[in-house]
């Protein structure tokens, strides 16, 4: 049979149809035409964003909520550097995704021609894999390669450059068969070994972190844990891989730890780390284990074999993903005694009385250890808590009780100005989930722009923004090591509700914490994209440390 000739253009598109791709986030350019007009008619939803990084993280947040390469396509040069803060983010998060990114003309190259760019060079160590398509004939091929590296091993971004010609040029090619995740399982004896350690074990823990899980895997992790009362803890910023009302859930491995569940970890004789890679922020800069030979049996699941034995020498290492190991786990049995059973007891009751925001008082008018607990009260499980990186974001991470897989969205790479682009990247694929931002005044404006592109699609996000006018965690820092010389960490911020109200949204300005609970259900019922400007008094830098405090204790220890 003849294949039909269509353009590059074209057969990448069908090549997207093919794969499965429902969605992509794109700011257009002339680069990549051919690409837009083959979208015109296909059965693809198009978001469009007002700047590349945005875009790139939607779609990055779009591959974290369905562990499906999220797509992004983006204009060359300067268009294709913006978008670099979603790749770096794909990365160190280990999510799928796939960057298609115009490119001048083949017969251009290597004359330096308008917004050139070796996207090879430029997002080679960004990437899993960046290449450049040559032949309209060879994109069944290469989306077909690009859609297996994303997903497989340790997921992750794909890089791909379209030169501008190569879109219009005819080619009859037949299409690629839909691309199939590659899953590795654990063997029979390795599961046996495994119940044989926990067998012998005192003093386990679990730590659950990385990508490739699924609501069904951590449903079967549960019962594991249930079946041997066994304690369990998630690392930086993937608590949603547990559910948090669990009797033997202990916490969370991130910013601000809880130092009775560090001791805890330090203490067990037995780590069973599974999907995580335990890298410098869970890990409290590789202090929570010895490299390479850690002194507790560590038991290591991930599915990459590069991740096993790369910082820390396992015990038992066992190349599976999430969704696999712990299928395997339905299998193994518990000890008929359990000696750790009351530990986890005590380990559940420090983390609910650490994560009590009833307790918690600072300075200022606003009061956010209540406003948690206001939330707490009216928000629903189901809700999609969004964020970038800044201090404020503790008083989700310690507060919030994430107890559904898929409502976490937030950067293990410490990206500011991600919250808003990720609840728009969720409400696009999931309309009826409540979603909630938390950003901090320097965080929110990195990409506050897409605020734009949430009023443009009718997407009733709400943003809880957290004024307290300054970089405040740079400020923190800044006070620990240089107390009292202030410098470039002050802001002077516009009037956030009235930024909300320009775009055609919602917005309010919150300074007292009476005023909050009446505000979030004006800013939910009004059903637009919605802002709180929350004004935080600028002492209150973490939830239990302010500001002077941090200065005095620096200053006595230089005496």
């Given at each position: 049979m003849?294949?039909?000739?269509?353009?590059?253009?074209?057969?990448?598109?069908d090549q997207l149809l093919i794969h499965g791709v429902d969605h992509i986030f794109c700011v257009p350019g002339e680069s990549y035409l051919a690409a837009l007009d083959a979208l015109h008619d296909a059965s693809i939803n198009v978001t469009v964003c007002r700047q590349e990084g945005g875009a790139a993280m939607m779609a990055e947040a779009y591959g974290k909520l369905t562990g499906r390469p999220g797509i992004c396509f983006v204009t060359r040069g300067p268009g294709?550097?913006?978008?670099?803060?979603?790749?770096?983010?794909?990365?160190?998060d280990s999510t799928p995704m796939i960057l298609f990114v115009g490119q001048i003309e083949r017969g251009m190259r290597?004359?330096?021609?308008?917004?050139?760019l070796d996207y090879r060079a430029a997002f080679g160590p960004l990437a899993k894999w960046a290449t450049e398509v040559d032949d309209p004939a060879r994109f069944p091929e290469i989306v077909s390669r690009a859609f297996h590296v994303a997903t497989s091993g340790r997921p992750g971004p794909v890089v791909i450059a379209l030169p501008e010609d190569v879109l219009t040029e005819m080619a009859a090619v037949a299409d690629a068969p839909r691309y199939q995740i590659i899953e590795t399982h654990p063997g029979l004896t390795q599961m046996a070994e495994l119940q044989k350690l926990l067998h012998g074990a005192k003093n386990p823990i679990a730590l659950l972190g990385g990508s490739r899980?699924?609501?069904?895997?951590?449903q079967r992790f549960v019962r594991f844990a249930e079946r041997f009362e066994l304690p369990v803890a998630c690392t930086f910023r993937r608590q949603m891989l547990f559910p948090a009302d669990h009797a033997s859930y202990i916490g969370d491995l991130g910013l601000g730890v809880n130092p009775k569940l560090l001791a805890r970890i330090k203490e067990a004789d037995l780590v069973l780390l599974v999907g995580g890679r335990l890298s410098e922020i869970p890990s409290q800069a590789y202090s929570l284990l010895d490299i390479p030979a850690p002194q507790q049996t560590l038991v290591h699941i991930h599915p990459d074999p590069s991740e096993l034995g790369r910082v820390y020498s396992p015990h038992l290492a066992v190349n599976a993903s999430p969704i696999a190991f712990t299928a395997a786990l339905e299998g193994v049995h518990p000890p008929a005694s359990l000696p750790w059973s009351e530990g986890t007891k005590t380990a559940h009751a420090d983390y609910l009385a650490w994560s009590d925001p009833s307790a918690i008082r600072t300075a200022g008018g606003l009061q956010m250890g209540e406003v948690m607990a206001h939330l707490r009260k009216v928000m629903p499980s189901d809700t999609i808590f969004c964020n970038g990186a800044g201090n404020f974001a503790t008083w989700v991470h310690r507060f919030w009780p994430f107890r559904e897989y898929g409502t976490q969205?937030?950067?293990?790479?410490?990206?500011?100005?991600?919250?808003?682009?990720?609840?728009?990247?969720?409400?696009?694929?999931?309309?009826?989930?409540?979603?909630?931002?938390?950003?901090?005044?320097?965080?929110?404006?990195?990409?506050?722009q897409e605020f734009a592109t949430a009023v443009q699609y009718d997407l009733p996000i709400l943003v809880i923004l957290l004024d307290n006018g300054m970089y405040g965690t740079i400020r923190m820092h800044q006070e620990r090591d240089y107390p009292g010389r202030v410098s470039a960490t002050m802001l002077k911020n516009p009037d956030f509700a009235a930024y909300a109200k320009a775009f055609g949204g919602y917005g309010e300005r919150v300074a007292n914490t009476e005023e909050f609970g009446p505000a979030l259900q004006r800013a939910l019922t009004s059903s637009k994209p919605a802002i709180l400007h929350c004004i935080i008094d600028p002492e209150v830098i973490t939830p239990t440390m302010s500001l002077t405090a941090i200065r005095e204790k620096a200053l006595a220890g230089k005496k």
């Open positions: 003849t294949e039909p000739s269509r353009t590059g253009g074209q057969i990448l598109v294709a550097t913006n978008a670099s803060p979603g790749i770096h983010i794909a990365k160190q290597e004359r330096e021609a308008f917004q050139e899980w699924s609501e069904t895997a951590v969205l937030a950067p293990t790479s410490g990206s500011m100005g991600y919250g808003v682009p990720a609840a728009i990247g969720a409400k696009r694929i999931q309309p009826d989930s409540p979603v909630v931002v938390f950003a901090g005044d320097g965080d929110f404006l990195m990409n506050g």
